[in-house]
């Protein structure tokens, strides 16, 4: 036996539509199985909750071993992972292709799939992670502003945390009556001639995402300032739905199918039109980049979606390394603490963020690597919001001791939740800033 790996990881499609994925007696057989190894090499403690979770079992178990761990039990463990990814990308030494073959992430989801097809999920779930009829609800004229306020109301949070199980002190997105997609034409810099390079095209469709259409259009904005100051023409793709990353995590992979195929038609457009393709979260550009891949294999359009699929700075890196984007900043950003979004570290493209800002005269960057504890839904719910807390306490501390003139995340989830840590100490004050917006500030525009 091979201990670890020095090999490349690779990560295996995912036999979501095979029968035996949702059979109970195997699930568990592979579970207990990929437990042992975990248990016997715990590099992993300090992710997530569901290490720790699963370790705490098996030391409280009579036999100090996962045979002593009742089986019931295990889906305690499911329950904490968030399918952040980094323990198969960044830690395990066992994913293929060493022979244990392990994917702990997509054992979870496998175990998500299972509870989701048995209907053991809660009415909550499945209703927040409805992302496209809960936003454009709550986006409504007037019902906007009442979502706003019931945000912000003490009696309100508390009565949602009895009803709904949102925790009342988790920080929550503001919603906007006039969406991006219905601020902005669908061309934008039109005018401009398109200038193409190694993998790029020269032109941008933005994939504006749910977050970005109703809770932080600013984002979006930002990256079509940035965009067009390149030269860089654009498209909004006000026609695509959610990328499926919230019922990904549910486990609803039916509905991530169907959002899929909802949506490829509209990339499929942009892309035989000539364009390339950006998404503002991470999480978005991942479930292009990885996930679907990795549950369609085989299929020719999402494979053709990927390669058209870019992280925002990865694909300006690749316009400064041929020539195609000005370094004309007007302002230096000083001292930036920059947490590296989980969904954008497991996209294996390197720090893309932080070498784009360190373009900046004057620009000093500190790169945070460790989970912010949103994690999609995990940070609102009132069974986790402690817990993810205390997965972001390292990176807040982190942040304040950096004494930074700014910081912020590739996720603006993430950013909201540190700014959520760190306000005690500023009086609700602190707010993060997305790389995006902190470019377009440095040129000026």
């Not at 499926?244 to 509209?266: C, F, I, S, T, Y």
Request: proline share 6%; hydrophobic share 35%.
């Amino acid at each position: 036996m091979q201990e670890g790996s020095l090999q490349a990881p690779e990560r295996q499609p995912l036999n979501w539509q095979k029968a035996d994925f949702y059979d109970k007696d195997s699930l568990y057989a592979e579970l207990e199985r990929v437990f042992d190894i975990c248990h016997g090499c715990r590099r992993c403690v300090s992710l997530c909750d569901s290490f720790p979770t699963l370790f705490d079992l098996v030391d409280e178990s009579e036999t100090f071993e996962v045979d002593g761990v009742d089986k019931d039990d295990y889906l305690k463990v499911v329950d904490q992972c968030f399918l952040c990814d980094l323990c198969a990308e960044t830690k395990c030494p066992y994913l293929p292709p060493h022979e244990w073959s392990v994917d702990f992430p997509h054992l979870m989801l496998r175990a998500k799939a299972f509870k989701f097809t048995e209907k053991d999920t809660r009415w909550r779930d499945r209703l927040i992670t409805s992302t496209d009829p809960v936003f454009d609800t709550l986006s409504t004229p007037g019902l906007a502003q009442l979502a706003n306020a019931a945000a912000e109301s003490t009696s309100l949070r508390k009565l949602g945390h009895k009803l709904a199980g949102i925790h009342p002190e988790a920080p929550l997105p503001p919603f906007h009556a006039k969406t991006l997609a219905e601020r902005h034409p669908t061309e934008i810099g039109e005018h401009l001639r398109a200038r193409s390079c190694e993998r790029t095209t020269g032109k941008v469709a933005i994939y504006i995402t749910c977050y970005g259409d109703h809770n932080e259009p600013q984002v979006v904005e930002d990256l079509i300032a940035v965009l067009n100051h390149n030269g860089v023409p654009v498209r909004l793709l006000k026609d695509a739905r959610c990328c499926g990353m919230p019922k990904l995590e549910l486990g609803d992979l039916k509905k991530v199918e169907q959002l899929k195929d909802a949506n490829l038609p509209v990339f499929l457009s942009a892309i035989d039109d000539g364009y390339d393709i950006i998404a503002p979260v991470p999480s978005c550009v991942l479930m292009y980049k990885q996930e679907l891949p990795l549950m369609f294999p085989d299929a020719e359009d999402v494979a053709r979606v990927k390669a058209a699929f870019f992280d925002p700075f990865e694909y300006l890196m690749l316009r400064h390394k041929s020539g195609l984007v000005t370094t004309d900043f007007q302002h230096s950003l000083g001292k930036v603490a920059y947490h590296v979004a989980c969904h954008a570290r497991v996209q294996n493209i390197g720090m893309k963020t932080r070498e784009f800002l360190r373009l900046i005269d004057g620009t000093e960057v500190e790169a945070i690597e460790r989970c912010s504890g949103h994690d999609g839904t995990y940070a609102v719910k009132s069974e986790t919001y402690e817990k993810a807390m205390k997965i972001a306490r390292p990176v807040v501390n982190r942040v304040r001791q950096a004494e930074a003139n700014t910081f912020g995340s590739d996720c603006p989830m993430a950013g909201r939740l540190i700014a959520h840590g760190l306000n005690d100490e500023h009086n609700g004050q602190a707010q993060a800033e997305h790389p995006l917006t902190m470019i377009r500030r440095a040129y000026g525009i």
